[in-house]
C-alpha cells in the first residue's frame, strides 16, 4: 500500500497511523523499511466524540509505552534516521511534549485540548449532528452557537510552549532535535507511594540503546527512492502530447510481475494537469503483454485504457478512478478462460469510478469497498463484493460463499444458473435479493455487450445469444439501505417538482405568456 500510495502521488508523504500496543515496534519497523515518510503511534487515552466507550477505555496501551518500543526498535534495525515519529493520546502540556520527545517523538498530535479551547464540553456526540456548541454539527441553528475564535488555540498552544521551553533549559538542551531520543534524561519518580505502583519496573521503558558515536536518534535523511525504476516513467514521456495537449496515442508494452502498480505514476501526472475529470475516453490507451504484478492499473485516471493479454496479480484496479481496465487472455491459448483464475485477490479495492472487464475467474474479496466503478467478470471467490457501497457488479459465472458481506450501496447482478446462488450470499443479505427489472435488464445487457466487444468472451457470446432464456436466470443484490435513500431522493426530487407548480402562479402551456392577457382558458 504504501509503495502504491507513493505511485498515486510521487511528490507526498506517506504516512502510517498505528496504534500503541504490545509489538507496534515490529510493525513500525516495517513501515520503515517500506519507505513511509511518517508513522504516528496513537495512544490509548485519545478517540473522537463518536468513539464508543469501550473502544476509547478498552483498546491499545499507553502512547509512551508504544512509542518507547517503536523508538529502540527503529535504533536497533539502523532505521530511525529516515522516518519521522509521532504520537499522540491526550497530549496536554509542555511536559507531555519533554516525555514524549525525551522517549523519541519527532512530532506531536493534539486533538483534545484545543478543542476543549475552543469551546468543546465533551458531550460525545460528534457523530449526531446535534453538538450544543456548534463545532460538530452542520445545523444551521446550532453553528450559531459557535464561540470559538483562533486566538483562543493561538493563546493555548503559547502556554505549552512556554512550558516546554522552561523544562528544556533546566535540562540544558537548546533545540528539540537535541532531547529527541534521550531517555537517559529521564527517571522513575521515587517519591511516588501507592499500592498500585509497588514493584513496577520502568526500566524496558526507559532503555537508552548504545549506538555508534554520532548514530541520530531522529530522522536526518529522506527514505531511498523506490520509484526509479518504474515502468510509468516510460509511459509518462511517451504519453506527454496526450497529458498535455489531450492528443490520441496507442501504445504496446511487456509487463512483468516486478512491475507494481503500472499505471499510478502516469495517472498521478493526468490528474496533475486535468483534475478528476481527467482526459477524453480512450485518450491513452496501452496494450500491455505479460503478467502484471499487483495493483496493475491501481489509480487509473479517466482517459486511460489499460487492455492486458495476460493475467494479473492482487489488488489490480485498486482505487481505479475513471479509467477503463481490460484483462484477457493472450492469443492462442487452448484453455477455457471461464475456468481459469485472470486476476488475483481484491481487486477494485477501493474504487470510486471507470470501467474493468475481465475474461476469466477472480480470486477472493472481488470490488471489495468499490463506490463507483462498474465491473464484469466470469465468476468470483468467497467474500465478492464485501463492503461495496456503490457502483455495479456483473458476475457471469459462479460465485464463492459470503457474497455481498457489508453490502451497503451500488447493485451485483449474477448469473445463477444452477440455483445456488442463494446459498452462498451472506445471511444478513438473503432477503434483499430481486430479479432484473426492466431498467436493470437493458444496463446488464450493455454490459455484457461491452464486455464481449472488449475481451472476445465465449461466455459473455453465449449471454447475449441466449439473452432471452438467460434473463430470468441472473439474481440482483440490492442492499436496503441503499434502496432506502433512492426511494427517499426520489420523494425529494417528487416534491421538488410538485413545489415548482405550487402557489399562485399561472402557467400557459398553449402559447407565449404574452399572447394572451386575459385570464386565460
Known sequence: LIYDLRCSNPTASVSVKLVAEVGVGTVAAGVAKANADHVLIAGHDGGTGASPLSSIV???????????????????????????????????????????????????????APLIATGCIMMRACHLNTCPVGIATQDPELVKRFAGQPEHVINYFFFVAEELRGIMASLGFRTMNEMIGRTDFLEADEAVEHWKARGVDLGALLAYPELPEGAPRHRVEAPPPVLDDHLDWELVEECRGAIEAGRPIALERDVKNIHRCVGGVLSSHVAKRHGIEGLAEDTIRVDFHGTAGQSFG???????????????NDYTGKGLSGGTLVVKPPPGVTYRSEENVAIGNVVLYGATSGKAFFRGLAGERFCVRNSGATAVVEGVGDHGCEYMTGGRAVILGETGRNFAAGMSGGLAF??????????RVNPTM?????????????????????????????VARRVLDTWEELRSKFVKVFPADYKRVLAELGEQEDAASADEFSGDETVDVIGHPDVRLGEGE
Open 414 to 423: 449474477v448469473l445463477d444458473e444452477h440455483s445456488r446462488f442463494a446459498g
Open 58 to 112: 478498552s483498546a491499545g496501551v499507553p502512547w509512551e509505552i508504544g512509542l518507547a518500543e517503536t523508538q529502540q526498535t527503529l535504533l536497533r534495525n539502523d532505521l530511525r534516521s529516515r522516518i519521522v515519529v509521532q504520537t499522540d493520546g491526550q497530549l496536554k502540556t509542555g511536559r507531555d511534549v519533554a516525555i514524549a520527545a525525551m522517549l523519541g517523538a519527532d512530532e506531536y498530535g493534539f486533538s483534545t
Open 430 to 458: 438473503s432477503d434483499q435479493l430481486e430479479p432484473l427489472s426492466e431498467a436493470d435488464a437493458i444496463e446488464v445487457y450493455e454490459l455484457v455487450t461491452e464486455h464481449f466487444e472488449r475481451t472476445g468472451s465465449p
Open 298 to 312: 491501481g489509480w487509473l485516471a479517466h482517459g486511460v485504457t489499460f487492455t492486458l493479454h495476460g493475467d494479473a
